[in-house]
């Protein structure tokens, strides 16, 4: 007798060799301009990109759609969950917001890169966002980060959640500003 389900196709078989987007992030805190940095902690780091991504991505791609824009800004808190100041919570891909939200912030800039993670005109699958935190803006033990998009707006919490990832504290005062780099691979 035949097996009934020999060469079916489950949904684990689907996804199983899909690659999924990735990130990168790397986070800078300094003095002075970005050209000519002080730099007085430096950190790189693989992302989270959560579930919701998926549905955010999808309805960016819809025809049609006007359900606001991509990636626009960047939100960063001092929430670390049952862990500790140096060592948070862990991620979670069903997160949907920052633990405990400080500051967020308009994405500065947008940048494709080639493959070397060299700057290109020409449209490719990695984008590169960067934003910096004047020394005014975001002060305090800063310890998870998120990337939203969508209707999101200056307002805390708003849009959508598309990367979420929790760091050992940065500690920054109004006396440094904070550069993040985070770079995604679709």
Not at 10 to 18: A, G, K, L, R
Not at 161 to 184: A, G, S
């Amino acid at each position: 007798m035949k097996n009934l389900t020999e060469g079916v196709i489950t949904s684990m078989d689907i996804y199983e060799n899909v690659p999924l987007p990735r990130g990168f992030v790397s986070i800078y805190l300094h003095r002075g301009a970005l050209e000519q940095r002080d730099i007085l902690q430096e950190l790189h780091i693989k992302n989270l990109i959560v579930a919701n991504a998926s549905k955010f991505m999808a309805r960016r791609m819809r025809p049609g759609a006007s359900w606001g824009a991509g990636i626009t800004h960047l939100e960063v808190g001092t929430g670390f969950g049952t862990g500790t100041a140096q060592t948070p919570q862990p991620e979670n891909p069903l997160q949907t917001a920052l633990k405990t939200p400080l500051f967020r912030k308009a994405i500065s800039s947008w940048t494709y890169l080639d493959t070397t993670g060299t700057a290109t005109a020409v449209e490719t699958n990695i984008l590169k966002l960067t934003t910096n935190f004047a020394e005014s803006e975001a002060n305090g033990p800063l310890v998870e980060m998120g990337l939203f998009g969508g209707d999101a707006v200056n307002t805390l919490g708003s849009g959508q959640m598309f990367n979420y990832k929790t760091v050992p504290v940065i500690t920054k005062n109004n006396t440094m500003q904070l550069t993040i780099d985070w770079k995604l691979s679709f």
